[in-house]
């Protein structure tokens, strides 16, 4: 009984899910239902309703969102925080600071959304061989980054126009964790090694780092 | 290893976008552009802005 009591509040979920946010009209999900108008501007953050784990959406709606995605959002350094169609749509990350803030949500490039999507895209193709290819793929112009603003690392955001110039932080932490994890366990197929035991283990480099403070 | 010939080094805009950063894992860093012409005065946070 309380099985299928779960089972009815999956259900309903899913079902309420799709329906406040699937935008039909556009083959993708609304960014904000929050009580007024929905909005259908189209951002990253309905990227996660595919790449997280347990994902809301039928696998046809999943992959309507990724085409969505790909077609306004992909660039060679990772998604824009807005489509280039949108109004509000800022292509160049100029100016002062209030100007820069400005067009940070609305259309710059965030590398570490590439992560998520290639999670997303990886899933929804059944982890094929072709599907890690291209995912390879994808990841593979921002080597080429390596070697320009913070050398060995990425950048925090790039311009949401073409030539896609780097900008903010030269080295930013999130950037370089979601593109290694996504070649960890979107190209490669990795997973990390359960701990052996429930305790968290010292590492070598907390170690080091200890030693360091108590000469 | 990243390397850099004249073109590049030679090329002022060009030298000074290619920044190293090296730091010590307790908050502490050394930095500079690949001709050691410093650009920055001081560390630019993004902190809390996301």
């Known amino acids: 009984m309380v099985l299928f009591s779960k089972i009815e509040e999956t259900l309903v979920a899913h079902w309420s899910f799709n329906r406040f946010f699937g935008n039909e009209k556009l083959g993708c999900l609304y960014d904000v239902v929050n009580g007024g108008p929905h909005d259908p501007s189209i951002r990253p953050n309905q990227i996660f309703a595919v790449s997280l784990l347990h994902s809301?959406?039928?696998?046809?709606?999943?992959?309507?969102?990724?085409?969505?995605?790909?077609e306004h959002l992909l660039t060679p350094f990772?998604?824009?925080?807005?489509?280039?169609?949108?109004?509000?749509?800022?292509?160049?990350?100029t100016g002062g600071p209030t100007?820069?803030?400005?067009?940070?949500?609305?259309?710059?490039?965030?590398?570490?959304?590439?992560?998520?999507?290639?999670?997303?895209?990886?899933?929804v193709n059944g982890r094929t061989e072709e599907a890690r290819r291209q995912?390879?793929?994808?990841?593979?112009?921002?080597?080429?980054?390596?070697?320009?603003?913070?050398?060995?690392?990425?950048?925090?955001?790039?311009?949401?126009?073409a030539s896609h110039r780097p900008c903010g932080c030269i080295?930013?932490?999130?950037?370089?964790?979601?593109?290694?994890?996504?070649?960890?366990?979107?190209?490669?197929?990795?997973?990390?090694?359960?701990?052996?035991?429930g305790r968290p283990t010292q590492s070598k480099n907390r170690a080091v780092t200890q030693g360091l403070l108590r000469p | 290893m990243i390397q850099f010939k004249r073109e590049t080094?030679?090329?002022?805009?060009?030298?000074?976008?290619?920044?190293?950063?090296?730091?010590?894992?307790?908050?502490?860093?050394?930095?500079?552009?690949?001709?050691?012409?410093?650009?920055?005065?001081?560390?630019?946070?993004?902190?809390?802005?996301?």
């Open chain 1, 56 to 70: 809301m959406l039928p696998l046809d709606r999943a992959r309507s969102v990724m085409k969505k995605v790909e």
């Open chain 1, 78 to 93: 990772g998604l824009r925080s807005l489509a280039p169609s949108d109004r509000q749509y800022r292509g160049r990350y």
């Open chain 1, 99 to 123: 100007e820069r803030d400005g067009a940070y949500h609305q259309g710059t490039v965030w590398p570490w959304l590439l992560g998520p999507f290639i999670t997303a895209y990886v899933k």
């Open chain 1, 135 to 161: 995912a390879q793929t994808w990841l593979s112009p921002l080597e080429s980054h390596l070697a320009e603003a913070g050398l060995g690392h990425i950048s925090e955001i790039f311009e949401g126009d």
């Open chain 1, 171 to 197: 080295a930013q932490a999130w950037s370089v964790a979601e593109i290694l994890r996504a070649y960890f366990e979107d190209v490669w197929g990795l997973r990390p090694n359960p701990r052996p035991s």
């Open chain 2, 9 to 50: 080094c030679g090329d002022l805009e060009a030298a000074l976008s290619r920044e190293w950063l090296e730091t010590n894992g307790l908050g502490g860093y050394a930095s500079s552009t690949i001709i050691g012409l410093n650009t920055r005065r001081l560390p630019r946070s993004s902190g809390g802005r996301h």
